[in-house]
């Protein structure tokens, strides 16, 4: 299960507060497609990857904008991470709102298990090169 852990911290009170929320939302689609019942609810998971994709829209937005501002050296690969995701997420919602998906319990664990494996990938291979990086942004905005 994707969990938060304090050593995933950035040290960027917005970044590390979106990426809790991520986690949850991620913990949200994970319950929903391990159901007690294996039936998995297509407008539950539906509305779960909406609010995700959402979700992940505003933190890029927020976490490119700082590393912009900041002048950040890892800026172009960031990005290059968080347009994969959101290409991956379409394409998801895309077939989940087509009916697609073939069997959605198979679906669910994948996108499951790529959810919370890239989640956590990014964070400590990629956002945690941030630390310490782009504190005038941070201030500038406080």
Same mark, same amino acid.
């Given at each position: 299960?994707?969990?938060? $852990?304090?050593?995933?911290? =950035? ?14 939302? =991620?913990? $949200? ?10 039936? =998995? ?10 609010? /995700? $994709? ?12 700082? $590393?912009?501002?900041?002048g950040y050296e890892g800026y172009a ?7 994969? /995701? &959101? ?27 790529? /959810? ?11 956002? &945690?090169?941030?630390?310490? &990086?782009?504190?005038?942004? =941070? &201030?500038?905005?406080?």
């Amino acid at each position: 299960m994707a969990t938060w $852990q304090e050593h995933m911290r =950035v040290g960027i009170d917005v970044v590390d507060d979106d990426h809790q929320e991520l986690f949850a939302l =991620v913990r $949200q689609f994970e319950e929903a497609s391990k159901t007690a019942s294996g039936q =998995v609810d297509p407008a539950e998971i539906g509305h779960i990857l909406e609010r /995700l $994709q959402a979700y992940v829209h505003d933190h890029f937005e927020r976490e490119e904008t700082a $590393q912009q501002e900041a002048g950040y050296e890892g800026y172009a690969e960031n990005k290059r991470q968080h347009d994969e /995701l &959101r290409a991956t997420l379409e394409k998801f919602l895309v077939k989940h709102r087509a009916g697609d998906w073939g069997d959605l319990k198979v679906a669910t664990e994948n996108m499951r298990s790529f /959810l919370a494996i890239w989640l956590q990938e990014h964070i400590m291979k990629t956002d &945690r090169k941030m630390r310490g &990086r782009i504190l005038p942004w =941070v &201030r500038k905005r406080a």
